[in-house]
């Protein structure tokens, strides 16, 4: 068993962020008779899970849909690999959601950034290259 700030260095978070997954019902960490939050493995084990559902792209509010199957005792399947998604689960439904809502978004910053590059086109001409950042090419 570990304490919170010890939880956070192991799993590359920091000690606000533990206490704010739990205050969002994603953890549950034990607590000493002296009111310190104590962390062990299997604590450790969903906090990597939740944080690799956030990097990629998921909310807060999309893990917690999804707070019933992410520890590996209650789950039938591990994110990343292919299996039967656990009865009740809406595992593809949220993952869907949030990819429709990522593509949304990337047409609007595409056309945003058309209309922007037609303006910069528009008023100063030659003096800018607005075609799309490439690495290697001379800004």
Do not use: K, N, Q, W
Not at 15 to 42: I, K
Not at 102 to 120: F, K, N, P, Y
Request: contains cysteine; hydrophobic residues 40%; charged residues 30%.
């Amino acid at each position: 068993m570990m304490r919170i700030g010890a939880a956070a260095a192991t799993t590359g978070l920091t000690p606000r962020a533990l206490r704010h997954y739990e205050e969002e019902g994603l953890l549950r960490p034990r607590r000493a008779p002296s009111g310190h939050r104590e962390y062990g493995e299997a604590d450790l084990r969903r906090l990597r899970v939740i944080r690799g559902l956030l990097d990629a792209g998921l909310t807060v509010a999309d893990v917690r849909s999804l707070a019933h199957v992410l520890d590996e005792e209650s789950a039938r399947f591990s994110f990343g690999i292919r299996r039967e998604e656990p009865e009740g689960c809406a595992v593809g439904e949220v993952s869907l959601h949030r990819l429709a809502e990522l593509d949304a978004r990337i047409e609007e910053l595409t056309a945003l950034r058309e209309r922007l590059a037609s303006r910069i086109a528009e008023r100063f001409g030659a003096v800018f290259d607005t075609r799309p950042y490439a690495p290697g090419r001379a800004a």
